[in-house]
């Protein structure tokens, strides 16, 4: 089991309390896991990942074992910690302005 952490406004947009959990394909990826994750939630498409494209949206970041992996490729494998459920993947919103 993969262990997702979303940003309050996602939580409640799926209404979900705490991490979420979910079964992903082996190895498990960055691009597996919010596939996994737009599936089981499908009000989060488009909300993380542009509709048409699957790109990262601009003020949304990932972390894995408190590394920033909002510029990896989709399909470099995750970490073993992450995929093994004992760390998180954290989904956060940025913040930007002056």
């Known amino acids: 089991m993969i262990r997702v952490a979303l940003p ?3 939580r409640n947009l799926a209404r979900v309390d705490g991490e979420v959990q979910l079964e992903t394909a082996k190895p498990a990826t960055l691009g597996t896991v919010l ?8 009000v989060l498409r488009g909300t993380i990942r542009e509709h048409g494209t699957l790109k990262r949206r601009a003020f949304v970041r990932f972390f894995a074992c408190r ?18 459920g004992e760390e998180p993947l954290m989904i956060i919103g940025a913040i930007a302005g002056g």
């Open 67 to 84: 590394e920033d992996w909002s510029h990896e490729a989709p399909d470099k494998p995750l970490p073993q910690a992450v995929a093994d």
């Open 35 to 42: 596939e996994a994750l737009e599936e089981r939630y499908p």
């Open 8 to 10: 309050y406004h996602l």
